[in-house]
């Protein structure tokens, strides 16, 4: 009897759990591009294949290079930080708060030749790249430019990469996987057709054709997010609050769980 009551309480307590939800903010205007960053003021951050742009206080900065072809992927730790991946010609360009370069990485020129087709920032100086040709995920230290730290091979076609000071995730076509700052694989968890997700404060959001789902930290399961009104598009995250835009509209949404 103890045994049954006790089961009886655990499917209770699963069933009576609340699922995540999205609660709709607001809805507005929104500049070419895709968002990296949004400051306390409200300001974004974003980027295109031609250029990156940003605001500080009343100030406009932008940054564009026509020698480096397109702008394939960006990412940013701080605003003093701001990297550029240029897949096409295999090189980094790391930008300050106004969009000066701080540094350029050419990978044509250093030894051993890597082919960079992912990027996420790790903290100060600090990167991981994803060499398609080794297979592995690298921390790269953009001044010293010299490699710090390296994951086992991942064989799997790799969708995107996620990181922080602690953690780098990759998502590829079957798993979501978790490494520690040294390269040592913690967590291979199965999340099948998963096309991109993005990094919250203690939880993952991840997205597929039915919608987006939430990842805490403590476990492997992903729930579907609950919206109150459904948008679909690109998505960025900030604390707690989701935006979800497309090429002229961004709508803001506050995530609960």
């Not at 010609?89 to 300050?96: A, E, G, K, R, T």
């Not at 350029?104 to 991981?128: C, E, T, Y």
């Not at 799997?156 to 700052?181: D, H």
């Not at 997010?225 to 709508?251: P, V």
Request: glycine letters at 6%.
């Amino acid at each position: 009897m103890k045994f049954i009551y006790f089961l009886l309480l655990l499917s209770n307590s699963i069933w009576s759990s609340n699922p995540p939800k999205a609660i709709f903010v607001n809805s507005f205007e929104k500049s070419k591009g895709q968002l990296l960053a949004v400051d306390l003021e409200g300001n974004f951050t974003t980027y295109s294949e031609q250029n990156v742009r940003t605001n500080i206080g009343h100030q406009s900065f932008k940054y564009g290079s026509l020698n480096t072809g397109i702008i394939s992927q960006a990412d940013q730790f701080t605003p003093l930080q701001t990297a550029l991946l240029f897949r096409d010609f295999n090189q980094l360009i790391v930008l300050d708060d106004r969009l000066s370069e701080l540094a350029k990485i050419d990978f044509n020129a250093l030894l051993p030749f890597r082919d960079v087709s992912h990027i996420a920032m790790a903290g100060s100086n600090q990167i991981w790249i994803f060499d398609a040709l080794s297979q592995t995920l690298q921390k790269f230290d953009f001044f010293q430019q010299n490699v710090l730290a390296a994951t086992i091979r991942i064989t799997e076609p790799v969708r995107t990469i996620q990181s922080n000071t602690t953690y780098c995730w990759a998502l590829t076509v079957n798993n979501l996987w978790q490494f520690n700052s040294q390269g040592g694989l913690i967590k291979k968890m199965d999340m099948p057709n998963f096309q991109n997700f993005i990094l919250g404060d203690g939880f993952i959001i991840l997205c597929n054709p039915n919608g987006y789902f939430l990842l805490q930290k403590s476990s492997e399961k992903p729930q579907k997010i609950i919206f109150d009104k459904m948008f679909s598009g690109s998505f960025f995250l900030q604390g707690q609050t989701l935006y979800i835009y497309d090429e002229k509209t961004i709508h803001e949404y506050l995530i609960t769980f």
